[in-house]
């Protein structure tokens, strides 16, 4: 069985500029949860999407946003980036509670 | 509202001496329970997960944990640590089904021969 797959897998992007991460889940799989990794803040929840609706987010500015597709891929974008958003991306698909991660996306804003 | 404290941001050990790492977390009902470890730059690989039943669980990788109800604790445990166990441990829990999973902060694990 294929495991969650995170594209693209490093990613440099200019302050201002807008980016979309892409998440596939584990067939199967309905919830879709991202998370942002810092050295600073280490792992930090962002949201969770279940069968094409958002059930949870975390806290972050509305630049972050996501969505989920009928096929449960997910994508996540955030616009206006900033230096800070530089980290690695972590998507999770979950089923019956238990959570298994892809290998991430590394963004680097510059 | 659930959530997951790991009491030590960085932990140092020999190798092949045992290891314990601490975890409590909070939650109303009995929560679903796992350790995940992290290597650099990589995704979250779980190590191990308590569900329900016998509350001493093994793991991957020569790991196990107990689940202690009355200390709202999950410990992770390790009789003998490796050079390559050197890596970041976070405990997580949830309520099952399809929802949420909360991590703690994680725990940095160094391993000096």
């Known amino acids: 069985k294929a495991g969650v797959t995170q594209t693209p897998r490093y990613l440099i992007k200019t302050r201002g500029q807008q980016v979309t991460l892409s998440c596939s889940p584990i067939s199967g799989h309905r919830s879709v949860s991202w998370y942002q990794q810092t050295p600073g803040q280490g792992l930090q929840f962002l949201f969770e999407y279940f069968s094409e609706t958002q059930r949870n987010k975390g806290n972050f500015p509305g630049r972050f946003s996501g969505r989920q597709f009928s096929n449960s891929r997910s994508e996540m974008n955030v616009s206006t980036l900033e230096l800070g958003d530089s980290a690695l991306y972590l998507c999770?698909?979950?089923?019956?509670?238990?959570?298994?991660f892809g290998q991430g996306t590394r963004l680097t804003v510059v | 509202a659930q959530s997951v404290t790991q009491p030590d941001i960085h932990i140092t050990v020999s190798e092949g001496a045992s290891l314990e790492l601490r975890c409590n977390y909070s939650?109303?009902?009995?929560?679903?329970l796992f350790w995940y470890v992290q290597s650099p730059g990589q995704g979250l690989q779980l190590l191990l997960k308590y569900f329900s039943g016998d509350t001493l669980v093994q793991g991957i990788k020569g790991f196990e944990a107990e689940f202690k109800r009355s200390q709202s604790s999950f410990n992770l445990r390790k009789p003998s640590v490796h050079w390559s166990d050197a890596a970041e441990y976070f405990c997580?829990?949830?309520?099952?089904?399809?929802?949420?999973?909360?991590f703690g902060t994680g725990t940095k694990l160094q391993v000096i021969p």
């Open positions: 999770a698909s979950s089923l019956r509670g238990e959570a298994f």
């Open positions: 997580a829990v949830s309520s099952g089904g399809y929802q949420k999973v909360t």
């Open positions: 939650y109303g009902a009995t929560p679903y």
